[in-house]
Protein backbone atom coordinates (compact mmCIF):
# COMPACT_ATOMS: atom_id res chain seq x y z
CA UNK A 1 0.00 0.00 0.00
CA UNK A 2 1.14 3.49 -0.56
CA UNK A 3 0.73 4.37 3.22
CA UNK A 4 3.65 7.32 3.29
CA UNK A 5 2.65 8.70 -0.18
CA UNK A 6 -1.17 8.83 0.57
CA UNK A 7 0.16 10.44 4.45
CA UNK A 8 1.98 13.06 2.19
CA UNK A 9 -1.04 13.61 0.34
CA UNK A 10 -3.27 14.21 3.52
CA UNK A 11 -0.09 16.71 4.83
CA UNK A 12 -0.40 18.42 1.42
CA UNK A 13 -4.18 19.09 1.57
CA UNK A 14 -4.92 19.66 4.92
CA UNK A 15 -4.93 23.60 5.00
CA UNK A 16 -7.53 23.04 2.08
CA UNK A 17 -10.05 22.05 5.10
CA UNK A 18 -9.79 17.99 3.41
CA UNK A 19 -9.75 15.42 6.03
CA UNK A 20 -7.71 12.22 5.74
CA UNK A 21 -8.63 8.53 7.01
CA UNK A 22 -7.53 4.84 6.50
CA UNK A 23 -10.46 2.76 7.34
CA UNK A 24 -9.29 -0.53 8.38
CA UNK A 25 -10.98 -3.52 6.77
CA UNK A 26 -10.85 -7.51 6.91
CA UNK A 27 -7.39 -8.73 6.71
CA UNK A 28 -6.83 -9.10 3.46
CA UNK A 29 -3.87 -11.58 3.45
CA UNK A 30 -4.24 -13.19 6.87
CA UNK A 31 -1.54 -15.71 7.99
CA UNK A 32 -0.35 -16.93 11.70
CA UNK A 33 1.37 -13.42 13.07
CA UNK A 34 -1.70 -11.29 11.68
CA UNK A 35 -4.94 -13.62 11.87
CA UNK A 36 -8.30 -12.73 10.48
CA UNK A 37 -10.76 -11.08 12.86
CA UNK A 38 -13.30 -13.17 14.76
CA UNK A 39 -13.76 -10.03 17.35
CA UNK A 40 -13.18 -6.38 17.64
CA UNK A 41 -10.15 -6.60 19.98
CA UNK A 42 -8.52 -8.70 16.70
CA UNK A 43 -9.23 -5.61 14.83
CA UNK A 44 -7.84 -3.24 17.31
CA UNK A 45 -4.51 -5.43 17.92
CA UNK A 46 -3.95 -5.62 13.85
CA UNK A 47 -4.99 -2.03 13.18
CA UNK A 48 -2.45 -1.14 16.11
CA UNK A 49 0.11 -3.54 14.64
CA UNK A 50 -0.13 -1.60 11.35
CA UNK A 51 0.00 1.51 13.03
CA UNK A 52 3.11 0.90 14.67
CA UNK A 53 4.78 -0.33 11.67
CA UNK A 54 3.81 2.08 8.71
CA UNK A 55 3.82 5.03 11.35
CA UNK A 56 0.69 5.92 9.34
CA UNK A 57 -0.26 9.58 10.25
CA UNK A 58 -3.52 9.68 9.47
CA UNK A 59 -6.72 8.57 11.37
CA UNK A 60 -7.50 4.52 11.42
CA UNK A 61 -11.10 4.21 11.48
CA UNK A 62 -12.21 0.28 12.56
CA UNK A 63 -15.23 -0.98 10.18
CA UNK A 64 -17.04 -3.55 12.17
CA UNK A 65 -16.17 -7.26 11.97
CA UNK A 66 -18.60 -7.80 9.42
CA UNK A 67 -17.09 -5.37 7.14
CA UNK A 68 -20.34 -3.05 6.90
CA UNK A 69 -18.67 0.12 5.45
CA UNK A 70 -16.29 -2.15 3.60
CA UNK A 71 -19.25 -4.30 1.27
CA UNK A 72 -20.46 -1.09 0.95
CA UNK A 73 -18.37 0.44 -0.71
CA UNK A 74 -17.69 -2.56 -3.25
CA UNK A 75 -15.04 -4.53 -0.36
CA UNK A 76 -12.14 -4.42 -2.85
CA UNK A 77 -8.49 -4.77 -0.43
CA UNK A 78 -7.41 -1.12 -0.75
CA UNK A 79 -9.80 1.03 -2.64
CA UNK A 80 -9.90 5.15 -2.18
CA UNK A 81 -12.87 7.08 -2.59
CA UNK A 82 -13.19 11.06 -2.52
CA UNK A 83 -16.18 12.34 -0.72
CA UNK A 84 -17.40 15.70 -1.61
CA UNK A 85 -18.44 18.34 0.89
CA UNK A 86 -22.21 17.27 1.84
CA UNK A 87 -21.56 13.55 1.03
CA UNK A 88 -21.76 13.38 -2.64
CA UNK A 89 -18.97 10.21 -4.29
CA UNK A 90 -16.38 12.39 -6.19
CA UNK A 91 -13.72 9.53 -7.53
CA UNK A 92 -13.57 5.63 -6.79
CA UNK A 93 -10.63 3.80 -7.24
CA UNK A 94 -10.26 0.12 -7.04
CA UNK A 95 -6.98 0.59 -6.09
CA UNK A 96 -5.07 3.35 -4.44
CA UNK A 97 -2.62 5.27 -6.39
CA UNK A 98 -1.79 8.51 -5.26
CA UNK A 99 -1.13 10.32 -8.29
CA UNK A 100 -4.50 9.59 -9.83
CA UNK A 101 -6.23 10.27 -6.16
CA UNK A 102 -4.25 13.52 -6.02
CA UNK A 103 -5.09 14.28 -10.26
CA UNK A 104 -8.76 13.22 -9.70
CA UNK A 105 -9.16 15.67 -5.91
CA UNK A 106 -7.36 18.80 -7.89
CA UNK A 107 -9.67 18.14 -11.33
CA UNK A 108 -12.69 18.42 -8.83
CA UNK A 109 -11.51 21.28 -6.65
CA UNK A 110 -10.40 23.46 -10.15
CA UNK A 111 -13.82 22.69 -11.28
CA UNK A 112 -15.72 23.86 -8.20
CA UNK A 113 -13.82 26.95 -8.34
CA UNK A 114 -14.63 27.75 -11.79
CA UNK A 115 -17.74 26.68 -11.68
CA UNK A 116 -19.55 29.43 -11.77
CA UNK A 117 -17.34 32.09 -13.40
CA UNK A 118 -16.62 29.54 -16.72
CA UNK A 119 -20.73 28.11 -16.03
CA UNK A 120 -19.41 24.48 -15.61
CA UNK A 121 -21.67 21.55 -15.34
CA UNK A 122 -19.90 18.06 -14.07
CA UNK A 123 -21.00 14.92 -15.90
CA UNK A 124 -19.94 11.43 -15.31
CA UNK A 125 -17.00 9.86 -16.96
CA UNK A 126 -14.90 6.68 -16.22
CA UNK A 127 -11.19 6.41 -17.38
CA UNK A 128 -7.58 3.67 -17.19
CA UNK A 129 -5.68 4.42 -14.44
CA UNK A 130 -2.09 3.44 -13.60
CA UNK A 131 -0.28 2.74 -10.17
CA UNK A 132 3.05 1.40 -8.95
CA UNK A 133 3.57 -1.70 -8.34
CA UNK A 134 5.54 -2.53 -5.06
CA UNK A 135 6.34 -6.44 -5.83
CA UNK A 136 9.21 -6.63 -3.16
CA UNK A 137 6.64 -4.75 -0.48
CA UNK A 138 4.01 -7.10 -1.44
CA UNK A 139 5.96 -10.04 -0.83
CA UNK A 140 7.60 -8.51 2.25
CA UNK A 141 4.16 -8.42 3.70
CA UNK A 142 2.73 -11.91 2.47
CA UNK A 143 6.15 -12.95 4.88
CA UNK A 144 5.31 -10.66 7.65
CA UNK A 145 1.61 -11.91 7.71
CA UNK A 146 3.12 -15.73 7.97
CA UNK A 147 3.70 -18.78 5.88
CA UNK A 148 0.36 -19.28 5.22
CA UNK A 149 -0.47 -16.16 4.02
CA UNK A 150 2.30 -17.10 1.53
CA UNK A 151 1.25 -20.05 0.24
CA UNK A 152 -2.24 -19.12 0.00
CA UNK A 153 -1.26 -16.69 -2.17
CA UNK A 154 1.76 -18.45 -4.61
CA UNK A 155 -0.11 -22.00 -4.53
CA UNK A 156 -3.55 -20.26 -5.45
CA UNK A 157 -2.15 -18.25 -8.37
CA UNK A 158 0.10 -21.34 -9.75
CA UNK A 159 -3.56 -22.69 -10.43
CA UNK B 1 -20.18 -15.26 11.36
CA UNK B 2 -20.16 -15.18 7.66
CA UNK B 3 -17.01 -15.45 5.63
CA UNK B 4 -15.90 -12.28 5.35
CA UNK B 5 -13.45 -12.43 7.36
CA UNK B 6 -11.68 -15.74 5.57
CA UNK B 7 -9.08 -17.31 7.06
CA UNK B 8 -7.69 -18.64 4.30
CA UNK B 9 -7.01 -16.17 1.20
CA UNK B 10 -8.55 -17.96 -2.27
CA UNK B 11 -7.41 -15.72 -5.53
CA UNK B 12 -10.71 -16.68 -7.35
CA UNK B 13 -13.17 -15.92 -4.09
CA UNK B 14 -11.75 -12.74 -3.11
CA UNK B 15 -9.91 -10.85 -6.26
CA UNK B 16 -13.82 -11.72 -8.55
CA UNK B 17 -13.88 -9.61 -11.76
CA UNK B 18 -14.63 -6.34 -9.90
CA UNK B 19 -18.59 -6.95 -9.91
CA UNK B 20 -18.98 -5.53 -6.37
CA UNK B 21 -16.92 -2.40 -6.60
CA UNK B 22 -17.99 -1.61 -10.27
CA UNK B 23 -21.58 -1.93 -8.92
CA UNK B 24 -21.60 -0.76 -5.71
CA UNK B 25 -22.01 3.08 -5.72
CA UNK B 26 -21.61 5.80 -8.27
CA UNK B 27 -19.69 9.36 -9.14
CA UNK B 28 -22.41 11.48 -8.47
CA UNK B 29 -24.36 9.57 -5.95
CA UNK B 30 -24.75 10.29 -2.59
CA UNK B 31 -21.88 8.06 -0.26
CA UNK B 32 -23.51 5.81 2.38
CA UNK B 33 -22.67 6.92 5.98
CA UNK B 34 -21.50 4.60 8.48
CA UNK B 35 -20.52 4.43 12.69
CA UNK B 36 -16.97 3.42 12.48
CA UNK B 37 -14.35 3.26 15.83
CA UNK B 38 -11.76 5.56 15.77
CA UNK B 39 -8.71 3.42 16.75
CA UNK B 40 -6.60 6.18 18.95
CA UNK B 41 -9.52 6.97 20.92
CA UNK B 42 -11.88 4.03 20.74
CA UNK B 43 -14.92 6.39 20.40
CA UNK B 44 -17.31 6.25 17.60
CA UNK B 45 -17.21 7.98 14.51
CA UNK B 46 -19.78 8.69 11.80
CA UNK B 47 -18.08 8.75 8.64
CA UNK B 48 -19.99 11.24 7.47
CA UNK B 49 -18.32 13.27 9.48
CA UNK B 50 -15.00 13.46 7.65
CA UNK B 51 -16.79 15.18 4.58
CA UNK B 52 -18.90 17.58 7.25
CA UNK B 53 -17.19 20.82 6.26
CA UNK B 54 -14.45 19.90 3.28
CA UNK B 55 -14.09 16.88 0.55
CA UNK B 56 -12.66 13.73 2.36
CA UNK B 57 -10.38 10.67 0.98
CA UNK B 58 -10.68 7.37 2.05
CA UNK B 59 -8.15 5.07 1.80
CA UNK B 60 -9.39 0.99 2.96
CA UNK B 61 -7.10 -1.57 3.90
CA UNK B 62 -4.93 -3.83 6.30
CA UNK B 63 -2.30 -4.72 7.34
CA UNK B 64 -1.85 -8.10 5.36
Keep these: ???EAMDDLAARLADRTVRSAFL???EAHPGENYRHHTTMDDKRANAKAYQAHSSVKRPILLDTVEGDCHQAYGILPN???I???GGIIIYKGAWTGVEDVEDAFNSYMEGKERQI???LVPFYSERFSWRTRNEEGFNAGLERAGPQAVSDFYLDKKD | MTDYNYKDFEMAREMPPFDEFRNSLFVGEKAPDFELED???GQPVQLSSLWKSGPAIIEFGSFT
Design chain 1, 1 to 3: MAT
Design chain 1, 24 to 26: YTR
Design chain 1, 79 to 81: MTW
Design chain 1, 83 to 85: IGR
Design chain 1, 117 to 119: KDQ
Design chain 2, 39 to 41: LDT
